[in-house]
């Protein structure tokens, strides 16, 4: 009688590892010892589940926006723990991209929206898109803005832009949404809520958004 082992890949027991100890730090170590980042994208393709979980998670520390579609493929996948841990890690490779000054301008971007500082922020943002206009989180960030501050042509414009550049930018086709819908346009918000929905199926609250409009469609 013959006995088919299979070895379980290194990376799981560091994810194991990992889940027990919560040191982010000294995981990324070990993964980064052993893997590049090409190799974990092959991981995260083929991988069980606990192997693309582990992945995914390296790669949200190791890779920047080369790694884009990768994540992004991986927000549509079978297990919930890889969509989660996906979609927190795409975010970041949004902001890993351009040189250390536009990275620090990005960062300085975000500062400025979370304090609700949206005019300053449309103006670094505007200055970032001026000097790299191929950065789509930059285009991105400023249609955030505009949205806040009820412009809402210009952030569907800007918006528009960045999914234009990075196809996966689920939160930009949100804001479009909102936008759609606070210009009174819900066939152009349900498609644009569809549109992030197809991207990010984990989007609870576009998700609802989407049948509330398909239903108040419906009625007319």
């Given amino acids: ?25 000294a995981y990324v170590r070990s993964v980064s010892n052993s893997y590049t980042v090409g190799s974990l994208e092959r ?20 890779a920047d926006y080369r790694s884009n579609a990768t994540l992004g493929r991986m927000l549509c996948d079978s297990d919930r723990g890889v969509r989660t841990l996906a979609e927190n890690g795409i975010r970041r490779l949004w902001m890993r991209i351009g040189t250390p000054s536009q990275q620090r301008h990005l960062v300085a971007i975000n500062e400025h929206l979370d304090e609700q500082e949206y005019d300053r922020a449309a103006q670094l943002a505007t200055a970032l898109v ?25 952030a569907i414009q800007d918006c528009h832009q960045a999914l234009e550049i990075n196809a996966y930018h689920f939160l930009a086709a949100s804001v479009m949404g909102q936008a759609y819908q606070l210009q009174d346009n819900p066939v152009a918000a349900l498609e644009a809520f569809r549109r992030a929905l197809r991207l990010n199926p984990s989007m609870e609250e576009v998700r609802a958004q989407v049948i509330h409009l398909q239903r108040t469609l419906k009625g007319e």
Avoid: T
Avoid at 46 to 59: C, E, I, K, N, P
Avoid at 134 to 152: C, D, L, N, T, V
């Fill in 130 to 154: 001026e000097d790299a206009p191929w950065i789509a989180q930059g285009w991105y960030s400023r249609g955030k803005a505009f949205f806040q501050m009820e412009h809402y042509a210009a």
């Fill in 43 to 62: 991981v995260v393709m083929a991988g069980d589940r606990s192997a693309r979980r582990g992945a995914v998670l390296a790669l949200s520390r190791m």
């Fill in 1 to 25: 009688m013959s006995y088919e082992f299979h070895q379980r890949p290194q990376l799981v027991y560091h994810y194991e590892r990992y889940l027990l100890d919560q040191n982010i730090s």
